[in-house]
């Protein structure tokens, strides 16, 4: 079992910033593979950021430019700074890893995952 809790959401103005981070506690020696998801009401959960301890990074094109992921395997914490936020990034933050190893170099495929966290809202207004 993995278990991953996720902080540092909260509501801010266009053009603002957040970091969101998530520890990972469990089985996690095994698991080189991480990433962000979020999902807005009405819209299905998408892939947001995902990194690999081989060093592969991903990230939609939606965020490209304006989010960075990284991750501190000392701490087990998995990060997300996001800048310059927009009204459309609003939405339900998870953070999530697969069960064992990478994630096939498809960080930002939902299918690639097994554990999710509580979930973290952000929230960009106009």
């Known amino acids: 079992q993995v278990h991953l809790v996720e902080s540092g959401g909260g509501s801010v103005q266009a053009g603002g910033s957040l970091r969101l981070s998530c520890v990972a506690s469990?089985?996690?020696?095994?698991?080189?593979?991480m990433g962000w998801f979020r999902e807005a009401p009405g819209k299905s959960r998408e892939g947001v950021a995902g990194?690999?301890?081989?060093?592969?990074?991903g990230y939609a094109d939606s965020v490209k430019g304006r989010f960075t992921i990284s991750k501190d395997k000392s701490k087990n914490t998995l990060y997300l700074q996001m800048n310059s936020l927009e009204p459309e990034d609003t939405a339900m933050y998870y953070c999530a890893a697969p069960s064992w190893g990478d994630c096939s170099g498809d960080v930002l495929d939902r299918y690639e995952y097994n554990y999710w966290g509580q979930g973290i809202q952000v929230s960009v207004s106009s």
């Open positions: 469990g089985y996690i020696d095994g698991v080189t593979c």
């Open positions: 990194i690999e301890d081989s060093g592969t990074i």
